[in-house]
């Protein structure tokens, strides 16, 4: 019967054909399709997907999730505004992921507080870094990636340890007392202004952004003052179904010593301290012929090349309901001074589930493990040891006395090889979320963040060290543990609408809440005879000598907050933020603050007068105004401390408690009030963006201590009485000069100033900032209407060339020919503090970097220029190698100072401090103004096809070059080191060098393969 049927179906091959079609058209009419549509790593909700020729089709939920029936042969349309669409056959396919690529700047896709926006919808001033621009530049800490790269955003490498941390400031610092540096924000988990960076894989970064204005920082209330860092790791997002994708980056490095300090040789350093010596009266420390003494060159014991070695593999993939990124990283870096270094290991997974249409869970964990080598000896010893100096005495143990000065001498090739001082890091930083997404306009997320930090630092002195041995005091030892556990809980409710065509908004409302704990422990001992046991036995020391502390901290913050975006017709925007913050840091009436604020952006070129022109494809003005915040103290500030105070009662001493500081219950957080306009544009079919902003930024009650009357059993009490303001401009411009098929080439330049003033410092002129206890005061300054801070000081004015001149001057203190010769300021016939005046400040008139990006073919190259213009720099090391005596080795210059025979010199004579004094003067002062090349990088893309390499998606080789140029003239060369590092006294006296560890030239050598 069935054969009868076929048979008389195919006789009749018209109907035949037709009810073949027709069932294969039904079967795939029954097809379900679904998938994401991200871009920028970000997944884009409202993206319209469309089956192309007909009206048919659907738009992404807020995870950018779509489902739709196409058949076989249906072409899907994925198009979003500001980016260019993609069409993609359905075939079999029953899951489809797209990921758009923007049209122009304006419409890039990025991270805000609690959320992400394109670019163009912005009413608030936001910088993007890419991962591209992150990881040009090899580096451990992601902060050394920033600098230059953003507009407003000043970044400075402190120090070129391995490691070492970076002091940023966002459009100036707004607190003398409290920290400037911004919050940094890592997934959506606030990790606060001290997270250590060399905890995150800069491979694992998807994007960065700097949060600038009140309306982009006013969601994070009162910790956003000094802006907000976000950034944002890869996850499986994006990723093709099925087989994952391995990613395999792996570098080596060789650091070269940069160029270095020039000094006397050890012929002139011999002379000049002889005749030191002899101008004083004292002994010659060096009678005999050069020849007969040492000629160390202590730069080439202490520093040389140091490799760096990095290895990061990548699993990212998704399947039907889960995405997932995950990642292992190891890092080793040895720095140039010997002895110190660094070694990381680093674990990330990135994991996405869709439990249903309406639910969605995941987590990201991030583990690290740190060996941190602190060094044994510094760049400062390599500056200041004597060429003279022995190593070995004659019998062959170390030396440890100085017999220039008299007095024992740590001897730093004795420190290298006895001593140990190093420090092991665990940190755990995990992030657990859900969404629930009840509609596509709804979505209800909740995150539970927690971060454990533990440290321990041991060191050890050696009991054979040479000064030690020489004073008869043993070897001594420490181990200290910091224990830090914190959480985070943020839950927020996402509501999004088009009332209609002409009306959309963006509402979010949600409550933080956080705990962060601090536990300190450190033992250390004094007197240890016996090395053998380090720093593991501390009892093996004298009982009487050995010090235990302990110490701990804590705080919470709870916050309720809430957004509200607004657009009408896609040309005038509204954005509403406010947030309460209340800490526990503060008394009870002052626990609580509000921080609102208000933006608004005009899309010029949606307006209808713009259609017919040919010049801008995007053109927009916005501007803010609002509110912030910055806690500015430590926790339990407002209390009054209890210290040690020991009494005698009936002949015995008994130990006992007093107040040491009084209380201040009326504390309150500093603010910081904002104002910012801008100009954004894109011309020429998006061949130029550009980008201009102005910014006006006063904080009130800044805490300060203020002098109170003794009666009160105090000199000073913390209080909030001061006011500054930052006021400045940005530019950013991006070029695309050339683009063909085989030639490309753009070009990046970031400019921007900042103005600093105080405007208030509770009714004094100015406070005097003690930076080197040495020195004293006079040199460095809080003045009103100068910026934070000042450097201050006498005018040098040369030497003296007769005595008649000192006659004549008026000056009552001792005064010597050939000696240092100062202004009297005042005329009071005293050289004093009293006529100290501004010398300079550490911040720059323009901050800037510039950058060019070239592709031919297969080849990639690029180079980066970044520097300051304008500002100075203070050389706390003009004390020790410029104006004192000859145990401290001498700046070259020296070599052309006043003698007998060179009484023209402006350079003081040899031995002349002995009779006048050398206050904090204007020699101290250099100028800061520097260029450097940063980057230059050359890669070469593998044409993995045509080599005949299956299995190989992509792969290229690269080189690259960092700090490779310097240009400066500041006499210790590089004038971004700082002494004082980013946090307590390093928070306001930026701009003091005293030969800060110095920035290597690298070259690196990598290669980069995905399978």
Do not use: C
């Amino acid at each position: 019967m069935k054969l009868k049927m076929i048979t008389l179906l195919w006789l009749n091959k018209p109907f035949f054909w037709m009810l073949l079609l027709f069932m294969s058209y039904t079967s795939v009419q029954a097809q379900v399709v679904k998938g994401t549509v991200s871009a920028d790593g970000q997944p884009l909700p409202g993206a319209a997907i469309i089956i192309k020729g007909s009206s048919k089709g659907t738009v992404t939920d807020f995870d950018g999730f779509y489902t739709i029936e196409a058949g076989a042969n249906d072409v899907l349309m994925f198009s979003y505004v500001g980016y260019a669409s993609k069409e993609v056959v359905v075939g079999t396919q029953t899951e489809i992921d797209v990921t758009l690529e923007a049209d122009n700047s304006l419409d890039e896709v990025v991270v805000i507080g609690y959320g992400t926006q394109r670019k163009s919808d912005l009413t608030g001033s936001v910088s993007s870094v890419s991962s591209e621009d992150v990881n040009v530049n090899p580096v451990s800490r992601v902060d050394q990636a920033l600098q230059g790269r953003a507009a407003g955003v000043q970044v400075t490498q402190t120090s070129g340890a391995p490691g070492a941390a970076s002091v940023i400031r966002v459009r100036g610092g707004n607190s003398i007392t409290g920290s400037n540096e911004p919050l940094w924000v890592i997934d959506g988990i606030v990790v606060g202004t001290n997270f250590n960076l060399n905890n995150i894989n800069s491979n694992d970064i998807k994007s960065i952004e700097i949060l600038k204005d009140a309306s982009s920082i006013a969601i994070y209330g009162s910790r956003g003052a000094n802006g907000v860092i976000l950034v944002t790791t890869k996850t499986g997002t994006g990723a093709h179904l099925g087989k994952p994708e391995v990613s395999a980056n792996v570098y080596t490095s060789m650091q070269m010593v940069p160029e270095l300090p020039k000094m006397l040789s050890q012929e002139e350093q011999i002379a000049f301290t002889n005749e030191s010596a002899d101008f004083r009266g004292a002994a010659i420390p060096f009678p005999g012929d050069p020849s007969d003494y040492p000629n160390n060159d202590w730069f080439d014991l202490l520093l040389g090349p140091a490799p760096i070695f990095n290895a990061d593999v990548s699993v990212v993939g998704s399947g039907e309901n889960v995405s997932y990124y995950t990642s292992l990283n190891y890092f080793n870096q040895e720095g140039i001074v010997k002895t110190s270094g660094i070694e990381k290991y680093i674990f990330r997974s990135n994991i996405d589930v869709r439990l249903s249409d309406k639910v969605k869970t995941g987590f990201r964990v991030n583990y690290s493990y740190i060996d941190q080598k602190n060094g044994l000896v510094g760049y400062g010893n390599a500056i200041a040891s004597l060429p003279t100096q022995p190593i070995y005495n004659d019998d062959g143990t170390y030396n440890g006395f100085d017999e220039v000065t008299g007095s024992p001498w740590s001897n730093p090739i004795a420190n290298m090889n006895l001593n140990t001082n190093e420090t092991f890091r665990n940190n755990l930083l995990g992030s657990f979320y859900i969404d629930y997404s009840p509609s596509s306009k709804w979505i209800i997320r909740s995150t539970f963040s927690p971060d454990f930090d533990n440290s321990k630092q041991n060191r050890f002195t050696s009991s054979q060290s040479p000064n030690l041995l020489y004073l008869g005091e043993g070897g001594n030892a420490s181990v200290r543990t910091v224990l830090t556990k914190g959480w985070n809980n943020e839950n927020t409710v996402q509501y999004q609408s088009d009332i209609n065509e002409n009306h959309k908004i963006t509402a979010l409302a949600g409550a933080s809440f956080q705990k962060v704990t601090t536990e300190i422990v450190e033992s250390e001992a004094f007197g240890i005879t016996n090395d053998a046991t380090g720093f593991n036995n501390l009892e093996n020391a004298d009982p009487n000598r050995n010090i235990i502390t302990s110490d701990y901290s804590g705080f919470q913050i709870a916050s309720f907050f809430g957004r509200l975006n607004y657009s009408y017709k896609d040309r005038y925007l509204l954005t509403l933020v406010g947030r309460t913050d209340g800490s526990s840091v503060f008394a009870d009436d002052n626990k609580y603050e509000f921080y609102p604020s208000v933006a608004a952006a005009w899309k010029v070129s949606e307006e209808p007068f713009m259609k017919n022109q040919e010049t801008f494809n995007e053109l927009k003005l916005r501007a803010s105004y609002g509110k912030s915040g910055n806690q500015a103290i430590d926790p339990y500030r407002t209390k009054g401390l209890l210290v040690e105070a020991n009494t005698t009662i009936n002949g015995i001493q008994q130990t006992g408690l007093t107040l040491g500081r009084p209380s201040n219950p009326n504390l309150t957080w500093e603010t910081t009030t904002s104002l910012d306009i801008a100009l954004e544009a894109s011309l020429f079919k998006g061949r130029i963006f550009t980008e201009f902003n102005y910014y006006y930024k006063k904080t009130n009650d800044l805490l300060l201590d203020v002098t109170i009357p003794k009666q009160t059993g105090f000199t000073s009490q913390l209080q909030n009485v001061g006011a500054l303001e930052n006021k400045g401009w940005e530019l950013s411009l991006n070029t695309n000069n050339i683009s063909t098929a085989n030639f490309n080439w753009s070009t990046t330049l970031m400019l921007s100033s900042n103005k600093n003033k105080i405007l208030d410092l509770g009714g004094v002129d100015y406070i005097d900032v003690v930076v080197d206890e040495i020195l004293g005061s006079g040199n460095t300054r809080l003045i009103v209407g100068e910026s934070v801070p000042v450097f201050t000081g006498v005018k040098y004015l040369g030497t003296w060339k007769s005595q008649d001149e000192i006659d004549a001057s008026g000056l009552r203190d001792p005064q010597v020919v050939g000696g240092p010769k100062f202004h009297d300021e005042n005329g009071d016939g005293i050289i004093s503090n009293d006529d100290a005046v501004v010398l300079g400040s550490p911040l720059p008139d323009i901050i800037f970097g510039f950058e060019n990006k070239f592709s031919y073919k297969n080849f990639d190259f690029s180079f980066y220029f970044q520097g300051t213009k304008g500002n100075e720099v203070y050389n706390l090391r003009m004390r020790n190698h410029y104006f004192t005596r000859g145990e401290f080795t001498k700046f070259e210059d020296i070599a052309n100072r006043w003698t007998p025979t060179n009484q023209g010199s402006d350079i003081l004579r040899a031995g002349s401090d002995s009779v006048t004094g050398i206050p904090p003067n204007s020699e101290y002062v250099e100028d800061g103004s520097h260029i450097r090349l940063k980057n230059v990088r050359l890669a070469f893309n593998m044409p993995v096809e045509k080599m005949g390499m299956p299995g190989i998606k992509n792969a290229s080789i690269y080189l690259t070059g960092t700090n490779l140029l310097l240009w400066s003239d500041f006499r210790l060369i590089d004038p971004e080191g700082s002494r004082f590092g980013r946090n307590g006294l390093g928070n306001i006296a930026q701009g003091y060098n005293d030969g800060s560890y110095p920035n290597p030239r690298t070259l690196t050598l990598g290669l980069n393969v995905t399978f």
